[in-house]
């Protein structure tokens, strides 16, 4: 949705809520894609939400809406709710989708919910792994054949399955065990000949996961072998779900989401601007606390070098520029590297010293340049040869350091098993000022005494 059509949907539901003019409101959202609707709902305060909710006409553009809505929305929306009714809306929902709602239930509704529910024994089973493994994202609905069927029967097999399936991508091959012992697409099934048997024309070389196998590596295999599906087993290989690309994709955006916030500082989950000043306020503040200590440590090593201050105020004018340039190029390594590891293009577990070479070679390359112009600049404003050089050589070091440390910090978190996108941000930033700082006045000081400038 364009954002000029995103502002107006916004304002034009604000209106109307404020007004109190359901008849107009009411025509509003039957025009509107539920998709829209909730990028629009996620600007709003929680009782805007809900009565807009409320105002939706059928069981599944509420379905539909709670699904494209953020936690905790379904929990805010079906908690009150009678519980038949709100199994009334569940029931539009794919089990996937169902479980994950039913977990953020409080336990005596979810009960009352899933007493109602015809599906329970599939969703209970769902619900019985971690939101963030394969098993927690799969659909345990699928299209499973016999390696001695034809291709005829097969697709006989995949008619009757009707609406049961909500995505047919692939035909997956079971023994009479329910072991996966094959797979073939939806259109090499099509076009495979009536006669020919499944065994003939299927895929014996099967990449599958885990019921256990974390989101972030199944949404890494997905879109590395370019596979619309992927099949998910259990300890014994027997199938229990699928985990399609539309699952893929959101565990994308919502992990790409998390590494943002976390190396933004604010947490890991987005909260609302319409949140309250102290919820804010609690989330962020912990994240500070490396940055308040690396700023006492880098005022405590700006004490070590009052001498140097006092005879040459004018170096002190550019310190925050040498600070500013280190901490962006730190920054800038860092995110790069995280997002290597996120992404499998760096193992975790491992230190690349490729990766530190390549980053430290690039902040060498910036650094002369940008030191340059910069020593250049300095030298000519205060006359005086040794300032230029301090400067230069300064940022040029500067840049250097913070390239290297941005690289070397989170390899080394993730070596030691702690999420380098937590706290990457903060030791960057401490380490990039404290060395900055320690950098900058150490070559001053070398360069005053050589040029004998007292």
């Not at 590395?224 to 290989?237: F, K």
């Not at 699952?247 to 604010?266: P, Q, S």
């Not at 920054?331 to 290597?340: D, L, M, P």
């Given at each position: 949705?364009?954002?000029?059509?995103?502002?107006?949907?916004?304002?034009?539901?604000?209106?109307?809520?404020?007004?109190?003019?359901?008849?107009?409101?009411?025509?509003?959202?039957?025009?509107?894609?539920?998709?829209?609707?909730?990028?629009?709902?996620t600007?709003?305060?929680?009782?805007?939400?809900?009565?807009?909710?409320?105002?939706?006409?059928?069981?599944?553009?509420?379905?539909?809406?709670?699904?494209?809505?953020?936690?905790?929305?379904?929990?805010?929306v079906?908690?009150?709710?009678?519980?038949?009714?709100?199994?009334?809306?569940?029931?539009?929902?794919?089990?996937?989708?169902?479980?994950?709602?039913?977990?953020?239930?409080?336990?005596?509704?979810?009960?009352?919910?899933?007493?109602?529910?015809?599906e329970?024994?599939?969703?209970?089973?769902?619900?019985?792994?971690?939101?963030?493994?394969?098993?927690?994202i799969?659909?345990?609905?699928?299209?499973?054949?016999?390696?001695?069927?034809?291709?005829?029967?097969?697709?006989?097999?995949?008619r009757?399955?009707?609406?049961?399936?909500?995505?047919?991508?692939?035909?997956?091959?079971?023994?009479?065990?329910?072991?996966?012992?094959?797979?073939?697409?939806?259109?090499?099934?099509?076009?495979?000949?009536?006669?020919?048997?499944?065994?003939?024309?299927?895929?014996?070389?099967?990449?599958?996961?885990?019921?256990?196998?974390?989101?972030?590596?199944?949404?890494?295999?997905?879109s590395?072998?370019?596979?619309?599906?992927?099949?998910?087993?259990?300890?014994?290989?027997?199938?229990?779900?699928?985990?399609?690309?539309?699952?893929?994709?959101?565990?994308?955006?919502?992990?790409?989401?998390?590494?943002?916030?976390?190396?933004?500082?604010?947490?890991?989950?987005?909260?609302?601007?319409?949140?309250?000043?102290?919820?804010?306020?609690?989330?962020?503040?912990?994240?500070?606390?490396?940055?308040?200590?690396?700023?006492?440590?880098?005022?405590?090593?700006?004490?070590?070098?009052?001498?140097?201050?006092?005879?040459?105020?004018?170096?002190?004018?550019f310190?925050?520029?040498?600070?500013?340039?280190?901490?962006?190029?730190?920054?800038q390594?860092?995110?790069?590297?995280?997002?290597?590891?996120?992404?499998?293009h760096i193992?975790?577990?491992?230190?690349?010293?490729?990766?530190?070479r390549?980053?430290?070679?690039?902040?060498?390359?910036?650094?002369?340049?940008?030191?340059?112009?910069?020593?250049?600049i300095?030298?000519?404003?205060?006359d005086?040869?040794?300032?230029?050089?301090?400067?230069?050589?300064?940022?040029?070091?500067?840049?250097?350091?913070?390239?290297?440390?941005?690289?070397?910090?989170?390899?080394?978190?993730?070596?030691?098993h702690?999420d380098?996108?937590?706290?990457?941000?903060?030791?960057v930033?401490?380490?990039?000022?404290?060395?900055g700082?320690?950098?900058?006045?150490?070559?001053?000081?070398?360069?005053?005494?050589?040029?004998?400038?007292?």
């Amino acid at each position: 949705m364009q954002p000029t059509k995103s502002r107006l949907l916004h304002d034009t539901l604000r209106r109307y809520l404020r007004r109190q003019a359901w008849g107009h409101l009411d025509k509003v959202l039957t025009k509107t894609r539920v998709e829209d609707l909730a990028a629009v709902l996620t600007g709003m305060g929680e009782r805007e939400q809900i009565t807009i909710f409320e105002r939706l006409k059928s069981s599944e553009d509420k379905a539909n809406l709670i699904v494209s809505m953020q936690p905790p929305f379904g929990k805010h929306v079906l908690d009150p709710m009678p519980a038949p009714d709100a199994a009334e809306i569940l029931r539009e929902m794919a089990q996937d989708d169902m479980a994950d709602i039913l977990g953020d239930l409080e336990p005596e509704q979810a009960a009352k919910v899933l007493e109602i529910l015809d599906e329970s024994d599939g969703v209970e089973n769902l619900m019985r792994f971690a939101e963030d493994t394969a098993g927690g994202i799969m659909l345990p609905e699928f299209v499973a054949v016999s390696a001695d069927m034809t291709a005829e029967e097969a697709l006989i097999a995949l008619r009757d399955s009707g609406d049961d399936i909500e995505m047919v991508y692939y035909i997956y091959v079971v023994n009479e065990h329910g072991h996966l012992v094959g797979v073939l697409s939806l259109r090499k099934l099509v076009v495979a000949p009536a006669h020919k048997r499944i065994r003939e024309i299927m895929e014996t070389e099967i990449l599958s996961v885990t019921t256990d196998t974390d989101q972030e590596e199944v949404a890494r295999l997905v879109s590395e072998y370019d596979i619309l599906a992927i099949p998910v087993v259990d300890d014994a290989n027997r199938l229990v779900g699928i985990v399609t690309v539309d699952d893929v994709i959101d565990v994308l955006k919502e992990e790409a989401e998390e590494d943002m916030l976390r190396m933004a500082g604010v947490g890991s989950t987005y909260m609302s601007p319409d949140a309250g000043i102290l919820s804010h306020v609690k989330m962020r503040m912990p994240w500070l606390i490396a940055s308040a200590c690396g700023g006492l440590l880098a005022a405590a090593a700006m004490g070590s070098f009052d001498e140097i201050l006092e005879a040459h105020h004018y170096l002190a004018l550019f310190l925050p520029i040498i600070l500013g340039m280190a901490g962006n190029v730190g920054s800038q390594a860092a995110t790069v590297t995280v997002r290597g590891l996120a992404m499998g293009h760096i193992r975790s577990g491992e230190f690349s010293f490729k990766a530190v070479r390549k980053e430290a070679a690039i902040g060498l390359a910036m650094g002369t340049v940008y030191g340059s112009v910069v020593g250049l600049i300095g030298g000519f404003a205060s006359d005086t040869l040794a300032y230029g050089m301090s400067i230069g050589l300064a940022l040029m070091c500067g840049m250097i350091l913070s390239s290297t440390m941005g690289t070397v910090m989170p390899l080394t978190l993730a070596r030691l098993h702690i999420d380098p996108a937590v706290a990457t941000g903060p030791l960057v930033s401490t380490s990039t000022d404290v060395l900055g700082v320690i950098t900058y006045f150490t070559i001053a000081t070398q360069l005053m005494n050589l040029f004998g400038i007292a």
